[in-house]
């Protein structure tokens, strides 16, 4: 593995690699800390949208492991406006081990890793959160102690959150139904994708009806109906998507030990209710604080 830029590159061998070196990890820092297998080595957390949980968990990721990690603000470094993408890339890694960066387009991370000399991570751009995925599906081995067979209900926008989590899924042997409104679904590529990393009979079901995705689902996950970007189009989204919110109702017909997802921020009211977030079925919280403990993996895994 030379950069963690979408779960698409990754076999499901390194997956289940990274996934397994995490829960060591969190073992080892709840016995007492993590060794400093990173001392000496420094991560530029680089971004051009906000973000809590991403930064956060990365910077202390490396602090636990012994390493260094500091933050560069939109607009300080105003990548692509001030300094060509390909530059910034050249010039930090002279100066850091790896760059963890959230950006707009895509296209900006591949090319942090073309131009760049160091490890590239993504954390997020409007096509892809691999780094989310691979802390989610952390979560659901944690809590129901397997993954492949298990069925996840993607319920909202077809968005950077639902198609790496479907990579991922496809990939580790889960099904998956994800139910989005026209318009809003993945695109027949990424459906197509979905097919080809599929491993252990996992299958995708592309529905509109959040009814039927979530029958029998043992996760059912849900998502901003607006993301980052897409201010423009708050107002028609809060039109569509209210047949999508994740409220009681509809976890009542899902399996009753099903588990509740969201990758935060929530817009409550919105796409989760609070009865839902805050009851006994959502894992949100251990879910967050997951980042922490398997992005501590990619980051051995690339600079250790
Ligand atoms: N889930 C997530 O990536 O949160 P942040 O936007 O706060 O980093
Ligand atoms: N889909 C959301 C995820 C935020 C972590 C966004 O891109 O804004």
């Given at each position: 593995m030379k950069h963690f830029l979408s779960i698409a590159a990754l076999t499901p061998n390194e997956l289940l690699h990274l996934l397994d070196l995490g829960m060591r990890l969190k073992a080892e820092w709840r016995n007492g800390g993590n060794k400093p297998l990173l001392k000496g080595k420094s991560?530029?957390?680089?971004?051009?949208?906000?973000?809590?949980r991403t930064r956060v968990s990365f910077e202390m990721g490396m602090v636990h492991l012994g390493g260094y990690a500091f933050y560069l603000s939109p607009n300080e470094v105003k990548m692509g406006g001030r300094e060509s993408v390909a530059d910034v890339a050249r010039v930090l890694?002279?100066?850091?081990?790896?760059?963890?960066?959230?950006?707009?387009?895509?296209?900006?991370?591949?090319?942090?890793?073309?131009?760049?000399?160091?490890?590239?991570i993504?954390?997020?751009s409007d096509h892809s959160h691999p780094a989310q995925a691979l802390s989610d599906l952390f979560t659901i081995l944690?809590?129901?102690?397997?993954?492949?067979g298990l069925k996840l209900a993607y319920v909202g926008d077809g968005n950077n959150v639902a198609r790496s989590l479907l990579f991922g899924a496809m990939k580790v042997g889960?099904?998956?139904?994800?139910?989005?409104?026209?318009?809003?679904?993945?695109t027949d590529d990424d459906f197509r994708l979905a097919g080809e990393f599929s491993t252990h009979g996992a299958v995708v079901e592309r529905l509109e009806d959040p009814h039927q995705a979530v029958q029998e689902a043992d996760i059912i996950y849900t998502d901003v109906w607006t993301s980052m970007g897409q201010e423009a189009e708050t107002a028609e989204?809060?039109?569509?998507?209210?047949?999508?919110q994740v409220n009681q109702q509809l976890v009542n017909l899902a399996k009753?030990?099903?588990?509740?997802?969201?990758?935060?921020p929530?817009?409550?009211?919105?796409?989760?209710?609070?009865?839902?977030?805050?009851?006994?079925n959502s894992v949100l919280f251990p879910q967050a604080h997951n980042r922490l403990h398997a992005q501590k993996a990619i980051l051995v895994e690339l600079l250790g």
């Open positions: 991560l530029a957390l680089l971004f051009q949208k906000p973000s809590l890694s002279g100066y850091v081990d790896g760059i963890m960066a959230r950006v707009f387009a895509h296209e900006h991370i591949l090319q942090l890793a073309e131009y760049g000399s160091v490890p590239v993504n954390g997020l944690e809590v129901k102690g397997k993954l492949e889960m099904h998956m139904a994800i139910a989005s409104p026209p318009g809003y679904q993945l989204r809060l039109r569509i998507f209210p047949p999508y009753p030990d099903c588990i509740v997802m969201h990758c935060l929530a817009h409550r009211g919105e796409e989760i209710t609070d009865e839902v977030a805050d009851g006994p």
